[in-house]
């Protein structure tokens, strides 16, 4: 450099710069340098590895929190202590966390007081959504398909309810027939209601019967109501056992027995399986509970079960009518001669004796049998034809047993038709009366006539007194029949007076069963009241059987004739013809019976038995007519023994009511007139 003065140059200075310690310097801060950044990049490096760990694991175990809750766990909370983000946003999850808790009791709360009703109701509750899954049911639900429980949970299907039901179900065998493929569908529909889908009763496998109706919302939900009906289902089975089992014997009693004939019946019908009815009746057994008390004879009876019922095949039935009257069904008979061993295996178990209140004890049974299809196809029948055979078998003598047959079977069935038949015609009018004169034997004039009746039947015509009166008086028919009788008879007889007949006498049967019911007088003089009836000019006939009934009769009767009524003694020489009778009763009048007239004058012993009689008669101040009288040679001969009167057809055959007057006007027109009108 040129140093200069003010004016001149002062001369020129020269420097010299070294490049060393700047070499060193520059090496020694690139040292530095270098070591810094090393340094740096690991600190950095560690620093970095450092904060990324940490804050990864924080989310991560956010991450597993956040799942936890997703999964339904609610008592989760995280811990991200700091001031940064991933902290903040771990106390937002902790919050959000105790605010889903909160949530969930109170979804819980509500839900039970939803559930909490339904638990209370003694029924099993269930509600379906209306897709079709189970929200909800209570305990009772649970409880009542204890069975299929396990598989019962919240989500399941009601086509799934339904299928498990089904495999549980107990499906009665004719039921499973009438139902078809799917017994648990909707087949009975409660009565009113369209909204119930199905209301039934079902027993499940388990031995549990459910009732369970099903309606559906208008939301489309269904509701399912289910009530075990265990408790019923037993007592109304033990009422049904009681109903239809003998409670002594505990055998079927006789509704189950005709329940289950027309069971066996319908079954042997449609496979052409032969089968027999047995009426089977102890012999004597009133002899045991009378003489041995009726507890020995309710042992006896039980007994007599007991070894009836090991007696027979395992599908035959053994039941108990009543009394000592037992019923079976034997089945599997393939000839009608399989029925004899069957019949005689029964007939010897009763044979030995049996032990009874440390007696020893012998009885016998009867036996009546008929058959299916032989005897009849229907269950009325056999059973009546059974117990006919019973009968028969009875009357041969006890021990024993009877199988109907066609002859007995047909007599039996006549008088059934008959009986039926006979209560019809009182209904329906088809009775008459005729009336047949009886003469007195001094005058030759008619004094009175016997009402007799008639049944005009109207396929079979004229059906005879013989045939019908003792049916009507078994059956009680006579009754009614002998009031309708008097009645009609004693407007007959007013209808006569009107037609100046006015001393004519009207004789009515009156039969023994008529006598027997109690309010028979009042009957009697209600009708002779309503008809006007002239009493001194009604006469009844009564047999020697009737008077045998003594006490209310004989007051009856006393009490009749102090009316004026008389009393004839009818069909005298056939019963007893015990003359106390006469005496003891206030009887006017002696019929000497048919049979004794008939041979009258052939037999001398009839003749002179008819004599005493009517001396005897006289004697007590009785008087007599004779009945039956056909021929001339009779009449002159009871005219003889100072007989009173006489009828017959000699005499007079019966005619209707609106044919006697003339009768009786021609009978008693003097001979005289009757000659001159001959001649006319
Ligand atoms: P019964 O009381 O001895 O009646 C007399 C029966 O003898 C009558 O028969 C009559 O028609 C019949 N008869 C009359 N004259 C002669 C004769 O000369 N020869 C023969 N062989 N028979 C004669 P019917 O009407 O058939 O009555 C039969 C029986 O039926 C009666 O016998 C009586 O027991 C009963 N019966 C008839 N009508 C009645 C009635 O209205 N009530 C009641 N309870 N029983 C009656
Ligand atoms: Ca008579
Ligand atoms: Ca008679």
Redesign the pocket.
């Known amino acids: 450099i040129d140093i200069r003065g003010a004016h001149a140059d002062l001369g020129s200075l020269a420097i010299e710069f070294s490049q060393a310690p700047l070499r060193h310097a520059f090496q020694r801060t690139l040292n530095v340098g270098l070591m810094i950044a090393v340094v740096g990049t690991v600190v950095i490096a560690l620093a970095g590895w450092l904060m990324g760990h940490v804050l990864t694991r924080r989310l991560w175990s956010l991450a597993v929190a956040a799942d936890k809750v997703a999964c339904g766990e609610s008592d989760i909370r995280v811990f991200l202590p700091g001031c940064d983000e991933v902290a903040r946003v771990g106390r937002a999850f902790n919050s959000m966390v105790d605010r889903l808790g909160e949530n969930m009791s109170a979804l819980q709360a509500s839900r039970d007081r939803l559930i909490k009703p339904t638990e209370a109701i003694s029924e099993g509750f269930a509600l379906w959504s209306a897709d079709d899954c189970l929200v909800l049911c209570n305990g009772q639900f649970r409880a009542i398909f204890e069975a299929i429980e396990p598989a019962i949970e919240i989500g399941m299907t009601h086509e799934k309810l339904n299928q498990l039901i089904d495999e549980q179900m107990v499906v009665k065998k004719e039921e499973r027939q009438r139902v078809g493929v799917h017994p648990a569908e909707n087949q009975d529909r409660a009565d009113g209601r369209d909204d119930v889908v199905r209301a039934r009763e079902i027993e499940l496998s388990s031995g549990r019967w459910i009732s369970l109706c099903e309606f559906r919302t208008p939301d489309g939900e269904l509701i399912g109501i289910y009530t075990d009906i265990s408790a019923r289902k037993a007592t109304e089975e033990t009422i049904r056992y009681q109903a239809t089992h003998d409670a002594l014997t505990g055998l079927p009693n006789r509704s189950l027995f005709a329940e289950q004939l027309d069971e066996a019946l319908s079954v042997a019908r449609g496979s052409g399986e032969r089968l027999a009815v047995a009426f089977l009746d102890l012999d004597r057994f009133k002899l045991v509970n009378d003489g041995l008390g009726h507890n020995v004879g309710d042992d006896l009876l039980v007994a007599v079960a007991e070894r009836l019922q090991r007696s027979v095949g395992e599908r035959d039935l053994v039941a108990r009518m009543g009394g000592d009257e037992f019923i079976l069904i034997i089945r599997d008979l393939g000839e009608i001669d399989d029925v004899r061993p069957k019949i005689g295996q029964i007939l010897e178990a009763i044979r030995p004796s049996f032990q009874i209140g440390g007696q020893e004890l012998h009885v016998t049974a009867s036996i009546g049998v008929s058959l299916f299809p032989d005897d009849s196809r229907n269950a009325d029948q056999l059973l009546k034809s059974a117990d006919m055979a019973l009968y028969r078998a009875k009357s041969n003598g006890r021990d024993r047993w009877q199988l109907v047959n066609a002859a007995m079977n047909s007599a039996a069935f006549e008088r059934i038709v008959l009986e039926a038949q006979l209560r019809r015609a009182v209904d329906q009018g088809q009775f008459s009366?005729?009336y047949?004169p009886q003469i007195n034997l001094r005058s030759g004039q008619v004094v009175g006539v016997?009402?007799?009746?008639?049944w005009h039947h109207p396929e079979w015509g004229l059906v005879?007194?013989?045939q019908f009166?003792p049916l009507a008086e078994e059956t009680g028919l006579?009754y009614d029949?002998?009031l309708w009788?008097l009645e009609t008879a004693c407007l007959q007889h007013a209808t006569w007076r009107a037609e100046g007949l006015d001393s004519l006498r009207l004789a009515?049967?009156?039969?023994p069963f008529?006598l027997k019911r109690s309010g028979l007088e009042q009957d009697l003089r209600a009708i002779l009241d309503r008809t006007d009836m002239v009493l001194d000019q009604l006469e009844v006939?009564l047999?020697e059987t009737t008077l045998m009934q003594e006490g209310e009769t004989t007051r009856l009767l006393q009490r009749l004739a102090a009316s004026g009524v008389s009393v004839a003694l009818?069909?005298f020489g056939t019963g007893y013809s015990s003359l106390s009778y006469l005496r003891r009763f206030p009887i006017d009048r002696i019929?000497i019976?048919?049979s004794f007239v008939c041979d009258i004058s052939g037999s001398k012993s009839d003749g002179a038995l008819a004599r005493a009689v009517i001396m005897l008669a006289h004697g007590l101040n009785i008087g007599v007519i004779a009945?039956?009288?056909?021929t001339a040679a009779q009449l002159s001969l009871l005219r003889h023994f100072g007989c009173d009167e006489a009828?017959?057809?000699?005499l007079g055959?019966?005619v209707s009511g609106e044919d006697l007057p003339a009768m009786i006007v021609e009978r008693n027109q003097p001979p005289a007139a009757k000659v001159a009108l001959a001649a006319v």
């Open positions: 009366l005729v047949q016997e009402t007799l009746v008639r005879p007194p013989e009166i006579i029949l002998g009788i009515v049967n009156i039969s008529q006939e047999t009818d069909d019929k019976d048919r009945e039956g009288v056909e009828q017959g057809f000699l055959e019966p």
